[in-house]
């Protein structure tokens, strides 16, 4: 079992920043690539980015330039770093954790999700 924590979700103003965390526990020692996803109302679950245990990275489109994903394994943690935001960034975001199983696709866990609103 993977347990999933975000923590750093909040109301900013356009061009604003935000720095998201989700610690991981349990059993994490199989844990290969973690990320975020984001949902905004009336719409579907969408990629934010993702990072492998080794430190590659990767990113939607609509935030490329703007958001930085990070992890720290010696603390269980991924990060994403949110600068620029812009109001289509609204929504709740929810960090992913993939882990093998036997049958040959990954294993998703996924933490509550933190809300993150983006208005003046």
């Known amino acids: 079992q993977v347990r999933l924590v975000e923590r750093g979700g909040g109301l900013v103003q356009p061009g604003g920043s935000l720095r998201l965390s989700c610690a991981a526990s349990?059993?994490?020692?199989?844990?290969?690539?973690m990320g975020w996803y984001r949902q905004a109302p009336g719409k579907q679950r969408e990629l934010v980015a993702t990072i492998a245990r080794g430190g590659s990275t990767n990113y939607a489109d609509s935030v490329k330039g703007r958001f930085t994903i990070s992890r720290d394994n010696a603390k269980n943690t991924v990060y994403l770093q949110m600068n620029s935001l812009k109001p289509e960034d609204t929504a709740v975001y929810y960090c992913n954790a993939d882990q093998p199983t036997l049958y040959g696709s990954d294993y998703r866990h996924w933490g509550q999700g933190t809300q993150v609103t983006v208005s003046s």
């Open positions: 349990g059993s994490i020692a199989s844990i290969t690539v």
